[in-house]
């Protein structure tokens, strides 16, 4: 149980390009889901947490107009790069939990962003 | 700041043998606790979690958290070379509204 599935797996896209990302809790329903990014060696860093029904939170220094985020149902997530840059190019991952505040998140395979 | 702290690594072990993954964490708060294994280019897959002082154990794998000494971790006996990865530490901070706060991972190499 407490499968979160990702796609697409990889993309390549042109610079200025909008690219969207979907996450879906497959076997249990998310209210909460959040969204990281990570580059080549280095540790995962949270960009948002995306509430179903209201406004994304962002951390400190990611740019919510760049980095759209739409959890419009409890089993679905998105993440859309806006006008992609070829410094936006990175490895993002989206996670949930199945249970309590206190419950292991459960990751997404993760999505392959290269820009052009 | 709520900061988790893991050893900067790599480790290395011979196969066969315990590896060790230690990590601290600065809030005294925490309620649970995490290990994740991620394969490089993968994603990060949960390993084990615990709530409770003492250890736990699944299969290999023996988690051990000490809150008094605000530390955590994480045992593998018989390592294998399919247990290289990067490991990560992941705590629950209080009032963190379900945030997890992350180690910087450390690099378990076995040895064959």
């Known amino acids: 149980g407490a499968v979160v599935s990702q796609h697409p797996s990889r993309v390549i896209c042109k610079s200025g390009t909008s690219v969207k990302i979907e996450c879906r809790s497959l076997?249990?329903?998310?209210?909460?889901m959040f969204w990281y990014r990570q580059f080549p060696k280095q540790s995962l860093m949270l960009m948002a947490t995306?509430?179903?029904?209201?406004?994304?939170?962002?951390e400190q220094g990611v740019e919510k107009d760049k980095f759209l985020i739409n959890h419009a149902s409890l089993t679905l997530s998105t993440l859309t790069v806006t006008s992609a840059h070829p410094e936006d190019s990175s490895f993002y991952i989206c996670?949930?939990?199945?249970?309590?505040?206190?419950?292991?998140?459960?990751f997404g395979n993760g999505t392959r962003l290269t820009v052009t | 700041q709520k900061e988790v702290e893991q050893n900067s690594g790599p480790l290395s072990v011979p196969e066969g043998a315990i590896a060790s993954l230690n990590c601290t964490y600065s809030?005294?708060?925490?309620?649970?606790f995490f290990w994740y294994r991620q394969y490089s280019g993968k994603s990060p897959e949960l390993i084990m979690f615990?709530?409770?002082?003492g250890d736990k154990e699944d299969g290999r794998f023996t988690a051990q958290l000490n809150k008094a000494s605000q530390y955590v971790s994480l045992l593998i006996r018989d390592s294998q070379p399919s247990d290289s990865a990067t490991y990560l530490c992941?705590?629950?901070?209080?009032?963190?509204?379900?945030?997890?706060?992350f180690g910087k991972g450390i690099t378990l190499s076995v040895r064959p």
């Open positions: 996670s949930a939990r199945a249970g309590t505040e206190n419950s292991p998140l459960h």
């Open positions: 076997d249990f329903q998310a209210t909460t």
């Open positions: 995306s509430n179903e029904g209201s406004k994304a939170t962002y």
């Open positions: 809030d005294r708060g925490s309620q649970s």
């Open positions: 615990i709530y409770s002082n």
């Open positions: 992941a705590v629950n901070p209080t009032g963190a509204n379900s945030k997890l706060t």
